[in-house]
């Protein structure tokens, strides 16, 4: 249900982190605000006021992290190139994005595993990635060409791995899935 780009394929470190570096993720730009706003509006109707999350993947301008912080939420941030904090890893949050994100994951199981200790019961999971749909046109789709984007989802994959892990799985606009993580029932 996923497409894996084939791990030879993968660019050296350094050229992934140089490759990042030419992303413009500027918090002050209408139109990227604008294009994030496509994962904060439906998850924060979601969310209570000061609930805390966590930008996962949060790059070299947080301008999503920036966002929920305006609306009233508590932001952590963890980036393994611009951000690696792992302190933010050992704590649990009400909330996890991972914006243009887990396209760049090169062990998928083991990062929504990660994510799943990190969401406390409740919690949501909001991911936005290009959905592949068209495998006729797989091969000249703009997102295989990023040297960066090892992996491809449909909406059926985000669904199956919600499953997996015991999550609801909503798709709310285009290319954004929000994954529910159960709340503990209090009456078992």
């Known amino acids: 249900m996923a497409r894996f780009l084939d791990p030879r394929q993968r660019p050296a470190r350094d050229d992934e982190y140089n490759h990042y570096l030419t992303h413009e993720n500027d918090a002050g730009d209408a139109r990227y605000r604008k294009f994030l706003s496509k994962l904060a509006e439906p ?10 999350g966590l930008d996962y993947g949060c790059g070299p301008g947080p301008a999503l992290a920036e966002m929920l912080r305006e609306a009233g939420y508590e932001m952590a941030l963890h980036d393994p190139f611009f951000c690696s904090d792992h302190a933010a890893l050992g704590r649990t949050y009400d909330f ?17 595993d990660r994510l799943d200790e990190m969401l406390r019961p409740g919690g949501w ?26 992996v491809f989802y449909r909406d059926v994959t985000l669904q199956t791995i919600a499953a997996q892990h015991g999550w609801a799985c909503e798709i709310p606009v285009k290319d954004v899935a929000l994954l529910h993580k159960q709340p503990v029932d209090d009456h078992g």
């Open 43 to 52: 998850l924060m109707m979601r969310l209570e006021p000061g609930m805390q």
């Open 96 to 112: 996890i994005t991972a914006t243009e994100t887990i396209e760049h994951f090169h062990d998928p199981a083991g990062e929504f």
């Open 125 to 150: 999971l909001g991911v936005m990635t290009s959905f592949q749909t068209d495998d006729a046109r797989f091969a000249d789709w703009h997102y295989v060409k990023d040297p960066t984007h090892v």
